[in-house]
């Protein structure tokens, strides 16, 4: 029988856990001069990963492509810099080079490691990933302020359409609201790029479907 004190003790470990990976990620960071300004963000995107407790066995690869996601925002556009620069084997020999260092010291990790611990962060946080005219990946969080403004227009655009709808007794039309919600991001507030006019196009479909389902429900029509 397990005690009420170990018990305790073993939730604390489970909370702490997370934040020796951190501080682990920290040092290593700080380490290799790794740009401050992406520090923090790096560390939020570990911050949610790890509460999954999926660590893995390679930490520095986990590490690593954190920071290759954070790097990736649509906003660096245009970003040539290849996964591969974050490995030390490839680091000397990356021809695209950013326009200032991302750190001093790429990591000892193979690439194949850093795109697998990549694609298990994105499905694991259901990031939503933007593509450039080049097919180049772009990240952006869902827990990110940008996506969260997005995702308040499209619910705001899905509820107004619905009401209209049924003002005017008149059924609503899928394109005409999404390429309206479209013109708001990169038009008038100028959230992202153009360049991810149709990526993202691809993404709100159905994100505005669904949004408009919802609505029907909620205002119970």
């Not at 951190?22 to 520090?39: E, H, N």
């Not at 930490?59 to 290759?68: D, G, Q, V």
């Not at 001093?104 to 994105?122: M, N």
């Not at 005219?133 to 990110?144: A, S, V």
Request: proline content about 6%; charged content about 25%; some cysteine.
């Amino acid at each position: 029988m397990v005690s009420k004190a170990g018990t305790k003790d073993a939730a604390r470990s489970d909370l702490e856990a997370p934040t020796v990976y951190l501080k682990q990620a920290y040092r290593l960071y700080v380490s290799k001069q790794v740009r401050q300004d992406l520090i923090l963000p790096t560390l939020r995107i570990l911050a949610t990963h790890l509460g999954t407790k999926e660590l893995g066995r390679e930490p520095e690869a986990l590490y690593a492509a954190a920071l290759y996601i954070a790097f990736r925002h649509p906003n660096t556009y245009p970003n040539l810099v290849p996964r591969s620069y974050f490995c030390a084997k490839n680091f000397k020999n990356t021809k695209r080079l950013p326009p200032e260092p991302i750190f001093r010291e790429a990591f000892s990790v193979k690439d194949s490691s850093i795109d697998w611990y990549t694609k298990r962060i994105v499905d694991k946080l259901s990031i939503v990933i933007l593509y450039d005219e080049r097919g180049l990946p772009y990240f952006l969080e869902r827990t990110g302020p940008i996506y969260r403004l997005i995702d308040a227009l499209a619910e705001e655009a899905s509820i107004d359409a619905v009401l209209t709808s049924e003002i005017v007794n008149r059924r609503e039309l899928l394109e005409p609201i999404v390429s309206g919600l479209l013109n708001r991001i990169f038009t008038v507030l100028q959230l992202l790029p153009r360049i991810f006019y149709n990526s993202l196009y691809e993404h709100l479909v159905p994100h505005v479907e669904a949004s408009i389902e919802n609505a029907k429900w909620v205002l119970g029509v």
